[in-house]
């Protein structure tokens, strides 16, 4: 237990090993990005305030909390991982492009 409180981020389930090699870092994700405590205090929040007062999102939230599910849960994901994938995507489309176009200048040549 006390492996994975320091290792594996409690909201997403994802390793401190990802953060840190394509992120800033896992102390920072689990404060700033995952913070459990935020997670916490939403519920409470939602607890305290009249159902006719919650928003569209927050209604959405609650009926899942109440009903068990945890859909709500970003499993298995991080905005910082995932900006970091599309950039290592957007420069692997670059790569693909300027070869294609310097294929294609070949051809012509040709």
Same mark, same amino acid.
């Given at each position: 237990? @006390?492996? #994975? +409180? ?11 090993? @990802?953060?840190? $090699? $394509?992120?800033?870092? %896992? *102390?920072?994700?689990? !404060? *700033?990005?995952?913070n ?5 205090? %939403?519920?409470?929040?939602? #607890?305290?305030?009249?159902?006719? @007062? ?9 009926? =899942? %909390?109440?009903?068990?599910r945890? #859909?709500? %849960?970003?499993?298995? !994901?991080? +905005?910082?991982?995932?900006?970091? *994938? @599309?950039?290592?995507?957007?420069? !692997? =489309? *670059?790569? =693909? ?5 310097? =294929?294609?200048? /070949?051809? /012509?040549?040709?």
């Amino acid at each position: 237990i @006390d492996q #994975d +409180m320091t290792s594996v981020c409690f909201i997403c389930s994802r390793n401190a090993y @990802d953060f840190e $090699h $394509h992120g800033e870092g %896992f *102390e920072k994700h689990v !404060k *700033e990005e995952h913070n459990q405590w935020a997670y916490l205090f %939403f519920i409470l929040y939602l #607890d305290e305030t009249r159902f006719n @007062d919650y928003t569209a999102i927050e209604l959405y939230v609650w009926r =899942l %909390f109440e009903n068990e599910r945890l #859909d709500y %849960f970003p499993l298995n !994901k991080s +905005m910082t991982l995932e900006a970091a *994938e @599309d950039n290592r995507e957007e420069a !692997k =489309l *670059e790569t =693909l492009l300027s070869q294609v176009s310097y =294929l294609v200048r /070949k051809w /012509k040549e040709e």
